[in-house]
């Protein structure tokens, strides 16, 4: 009919039935929002742009906290009245934009839509606790980042810290501080006291000059969306990182698929401001809708043309929700690498326990030959979770899991975003997989499709069967005879087939999302509660080598 969506590939077919070639459009907007080559003569110095990673109890606020209350030169009696996710602090030496982003998977997603907004990093872990699994995952996402790390060793200030043994620690984990004959600044502070901040403060301004930022101040601003958020007195209120050009109240400008036009501008502080040029920091008001984290932001010359783009890009990214968006596999990097587009193959290894991993990751990494390298970027133990999906999304990587099951936010990620996920039993297996891609003779594989998920609730002992699990199914359709596996706390205990399955007294088939029933797993009574029993198939597929 008239009013009907169409995909693009019945748009293209029914073109060429009547004889026109379809053009389809790159990136939307795209031509209105070329950037000049920037001339030397107008690049001017910039503050230095830092993202402040850790974990989680680390003491990263408070160091936050107390960095925004050193703001020597502006000498305010008042102090932050708006969280907006993003600080400005000056210095007698310089200034420093500092970014509070809610935790390194934020961080992350932020990359993967394509915003590289960072300069530098500061890593904090705490003295008492040294590095526990949650600094090895952000400093493993600070390096997808391929930015300059600094080390703050936080809470020096405790009778049991011991920063001896961090720094132990970061040579364990691939980060030898300078003392110690590397590259990374390693900090000794206490955001509690105040010591060693004012050095951590000059490290970073000196990481800063080595880096010779410098960025464009004159002409229409360019940024980045850091949060976005629908304020009930405001409308929508974003806060904006300008990374090129100066922003100004009245600009019309784009941010991902929405417009808008400043209607005004404040700082963490409230103060209004009324221009902001590279590496500041300012909450706008004045959107159409609310962008998303990592969206860029570019300014225009007048709202007609700000319109035009932001429907073009709502169309485009209807049209992109009705298509697959493919990611890296198997069989494509073995295309890839035939012909010569592949150079770097991105790995994350998450497995049951560390020596495992470490076997896989060395054994992964000796893969690697001339024309293409093996990277592990992030290597872990414990289930495969919604920030590896994520650091996946950013690198281009592929997941490789071993003896590990995959959680059910992290799977709905990996499916939505098409990342491409490998679970492994034999680990020779998990090795041969990728040297057959590497060589370009992958053989065709079965490919896991999971039906359905079940909870232990209950054990019954049933005479001439055994135990039998109480179940209660909280996702997908357990089939009977189908493969089956026990996952207790991440781990995979137990692989065969379910042998029964009953809904009260009666044998059935299968059991749907939020109904009790009773399973039964061949070769195993070991049940104990919480476990989930997880039905799947493998289907045969292909590669297309």
């Known amino acids: 009919t008239i009013n009907q969506r169409l995909d693009m590939d019945t748009i293209v077919t029914v073109g060429d039935e009547f004889g026109f070639e379809v053009e389809i459009l790159g990136d939307q907007g795209a031509e209105l929002l070329e ?14 742009v830092v993202t402040v990673m850790g974990h989680v109890d680390h003491g990263k606020t408070l160091l936050l906290d107390y960095i ?86 936080n809470k020096i200030d405790l009778p049991n810290a011991d920063a001896m043994r961090t720094k132990q620690q970061l040579m364990e984990a691939g980060i030898v501080p300078e003392e110690w004959g590397g590259k990374t600044v390693a900090i000794e ?9 004012p050095d951590l403060l000059a490290a970073i301004l000196v990481e800063a000059e080595e880096l010779g930022l410098r960025a464009v101040a004159a002409g229409p601003a360019r940024g980045v969306v850091l949060e976005a958020r629908l304020d009930r007195w405001k409308g929508v209120v974003a806060t904006v990182l300008v990374e090129r050009g100066t922003l100004r109240p009245g600009d019309p400008f784009i941010a991902g698929v929405h417009w808008g036009k400043v209607r005004a501008m404040a700082d963490e502080r409230g103060r209004r401001v009324m221009a902001a040029g590279p590496s500041t920091p300012v909450l706008i008001h004045g959107l159409s809708g609310i962008p998303q984290a990592g969206d860029s932001l570019s300014v225009m010359p007048n709202e007609r043309e700000v319109r035009e783009v932001s429907q073009r890009r709502q ?4 049209e992109q929700s009705r298509r697959i968006v493919e990611r890296i596999g198997l069989a494509e990097l073995q295309e890839q690498i035939l012909a010569g587009e ?24 000796s893969l690697a030959t001339e024309e293409v390298k093996v990277r592990v970027i992030h290597r872990g133990v414990g289930a495969i979770n919604e920030s590896d999906v994520l650091l996946a999304v950013a690198s281009q990587a592929l997941i490789v899991g071993f003896h590990v099951g995959i959680g059910a936010g992290a799977k709905e990620a990996a499916e939505r975003e098409q990342v491409n996920v490998q679970l492994y039993d034999v680990i020779y297996e998990a090795i041969g997989d990728i040297e057959a891609a590497l060589s370009g003779m992958l053989e065709p594989k079965l490919v896991e499709q999971v039906l359905g998920r079940a909870e232990v609730r209950e054990i019954f002992q049933i005479p001439r069967i055994g135990k039998i699990a109480g179940c209660y199914v909280i996702s997908g359709t357990v089939v009977r005879n189908a493969r089956a596996r026990v996952i207790r706390e991440s781990t995979v205990v137990h692989e065969s087939r379910i042998g029964s399955l009953r809904r009260f007294k009666d044998d059935v088939k299968e059991v749907a999302t939020g109904f009790e ?9 070991g049940f104990v509660k919480e476990d989930i029993v997880e039905a799947y198939t493998l ?3 292909t590669s297309r080598g």
């Open 315 to 318: 169309l485009a990214r209807r």
């Open 189 to 197: 502070v206490s955001a509690k006291t105040g010591e060693g901040i």
């Open 68 to 153: 925004r209350r050193t703001n020597v030169v502006a000498g305010e009696a008042g102090g932050i009245t708006q969280h907006i996710g993003a600080y400005e602090v000056e210095l007698e030496s310089g200034k420093i934009t500092f970014l509070d982003t809610p935790g390194h998977e934020a961080f992350t997603a932020m990359r993967a839509r394509g915003a590289q907004f960072t300069d530098l990093v500061v890593l904090v872990v705490a003295a008492d606790d040294g590095v526990m699994p949650q600094t090895i995952e952000a400093l493993n996402h600070a390096r997808a980042a391929r930015v300059p790390i600094v080390v703050a060793i």
């Open 539 to 541: 289907e045969e597929v």
């Open 35 to 48: 950037v000049e080559k920037d001339e030397e003569a107008d690049l001017v110095a910039r503050p230095p």
């Open 342 to 365: 592949t150079k770097e193959l991105m790995l994350i290894v998450k497995g049951d326990v560390d020596g495992s991993v470490e076997a896989l990751c060395d054994s992964l990494e």
């Open 517 to 525: 029933c009773g399973i039964g797993v061949e070769g195993f009574d």
